[in-house]
């Protein structure tokens, strides 16, 4: 078992977490944490996967990948905690009614 | 409200959590397939890199192989500004004094945060850096300015915060749209020249993605005239912080 293996597995186990938090919990906070727990496990994997073989140098186009997917993540995590902010002002709660739309 | 869902009984977590394992063992197995293949892109990247005018093989990705990419992620982050910005921002954010540690702590490391980040922007063409990087420092900078209080004075914070938070796409498009008219594809850049506008490119780049990040951060839109004293993102090119 190879160390970028192990990486990529953390990554999956990573990504397996996020996503059972964000089928599970109803409160949108923790669905936007969730997410970007997920989408650190997607990086880790990346950049895992990039290092795969020992003697040659990293492939760099994962590491680009992730460099850049790490800004618009952040900049998709503060557009979502200002929706969940807005839904907070207008209904008083923090998580999606599933029964009357509204 | 409940952390969890409460329709959410013992059967369905049970059932998640199966069809979890089934998913996460699955990507294991994706995973353990692709550690073993031979197969990548570095041998071409390193190919051509003497083409890219770059030396780091991670920048010549970003700005000259994968400059399309890159371009239209410039854009997802102005479209996420705008998107906050129309939401109307927070009406209820109060200004706090900071303590005295913060407010010279901040004092000190803003300017180390600056060079930092002209430091990875200018190394980021030989060596690990670049403009996400250094756009990121620059952000971090904007972020505990405003955390310590500062805020952007009024005469910078309408027309010029608003062509500093464009030109980083603006420039690309430009840059792109002007090989074109020089008879080349689009960002396909001539070699001679690659250097120096892929170093334009990510001068602008990483003033445009620090002033985001910093004014996703604060989450309102900033007044476009001088008369209102809204709080204020930071602006670290014309950054005289006096809190």
Redesign the interface.
């Known amino acids: 078992m ?1 160390q ?2 192990l990486y ?2 953390v ?3 990573l ?2 977490l996020g ?2 938090a964000l ?5 949108l906070l ?1 669905k936007i944490l969730a997410i970007n727990v997920m989408g650190s496990g997607v990086f880790l ?1 990346l950049v ?3 290092g ?2 020992p003697d ?6 994962p ?2 990948m992730v ?2 997917g ?3 993540a ?3 995590t ?2 979502a905690l ?2 969940m ?2 839904v907070y ?1 207008v209904t008083g ?3 999606l009614d ?1 029964e009357k739309p509204n | 409200m409940s952390i969890t869902n409460p329709a959410t009984g013992k059967a369905f977590r049970w059932l998640v959590m199966l069809l979890l394992s089934a998913i996460g063992g699955w990507l294991a197995y994706v995973m353990l397939v692709l550690s073993r293949s031979p197969a990548g892109l570095g041998d071409q990247v390193a190919a051509q890199l003497n083409t890219t005018g770059v030396g780091n093989p991670v920048t010549a990705v970003l700005l000259n192989f994968r400059g399309y990419d890159t371009l239209l992620e410039m854009a997802v982050l102005l479209i996420a500004l705008l998107g906050v910005w129309s939401l109307g921002g927070l009406a209820d954010y109060q200004d706090t004094a900071p303590g005295p540690t913060l407010d010279t702590l901040s004092r000190v490391l803003a300017p180390m945060l600056i060079m930092v980040a002209a430091y990875l922007l200018w190394v980021g063409a030989d060596a690990p850096g670049g403009a996400f990087q250094a756009g990121s420092v620059l952000g971090a900078a904007g972020v505990l300015l405003q955390l310590a209080g500062w805020r952007l004075g009024d005469c910078f914070s309408g027309m010029l915060l608003r062509v500093v938070l464009i030109s980083g796409l603006g420039l690309f498009i430009l840059v792109g749209a002007g090989l074109l008219l020089i008879g080349g594809a689009f960002l396909q850049y001539p070699p001679a020249l690659a250097g120096g506008l892929i170093l334009l490119i990510e001068t602008a780049a990483t003033l445009t993605i620090g002033a985001t990040l910093a004014a996703l951060f604060l989450g309102n839109r900033p007044g476009l005239g001088p008369k209102k004293a809204d709080p204020e993102k930071t602006e670290p090119d014309h950054g005289n912080q006096h809190p």
Request: glycine share 4%.
């Open positions: 190879s970028p293996f990529a597995l990554g999956v186990g990504f397996v996503l059972y089928i599970i919990h109803a409160h923790r994997m895992a996967l990039a795969r073989h040659a140098p990293p492939d760099p186009v590491h680009a460099i850049t790490i800004v618009v952040v900049s998709a503060a557009l200002i929706l902010l807005k002002a709660q923090t998580a599933d």
